[in-house]
Nanobody, 122 residues
Framework: QLQVVASGGGSVQFGGSLRLSCATS????????VGWFRQAPGKEREGVSC????????HYSDSVKGRFTISRDNAKNTVYLQMNSLKPEDTAVYYC???????????????WGRGTQVTVSS
């Protein structure tokens, strides 16, 4: 079964940092664009950041621009989301997904997996 797995979540205080990792089971992530998404209780899943397979293109939502950084290490078959200056409104379950094109839309991704909880306290 082809899956992507997000890890690295946790609980931090306002202004803290976390680094999320996205890895795969059953296929190489290096051939795919990867998107990071989050879903807070009672809200729709929203795109946070994405990166192309070549790392040549990347995008951020306005809500995280300047605070989050997406990167990938193809030697480790892993994509990272470095999250700095975290705010309580960043609290959500974070998911990563693999697809053909870098996009902040959930419909553009084929492979999903379980997310990781990020909780930011004030």
């Amino acid at each position: 079964q082809l899956q992507v797995v997000a890890s690295g979540g946790g609980s931090v205080q306002f202004g803290g940092s976390l680094r999320l990792s996205c890895a795969t089971s059953g296929f190489s992530l290096n051939d795919y664009a990867v998107g990071w998404f989050r879903q807070a209780p009672g809200k729709e899943r929203e795109g946070v950041s994405c990166i192309s397979a070549s790392s040549a293109n990347w995008h951020y939502s306005d809500s995280v621009k300047g605070r989050f950084t997406i990167s990938r290490d193809n030697a480790k078959n892993t994509v990272y989301l470095q999250m700095n200056s975290l705010k309580p409104e960043d609290t959500a379950v974070y998911y990563c997904a693999a697809g053909v094109y870098p996009s902040l839309s959930t419909t553009d991704y084929e492979y999903w997996g379980r997310g990781t909880q990020v909780t930011v306290s004030s």
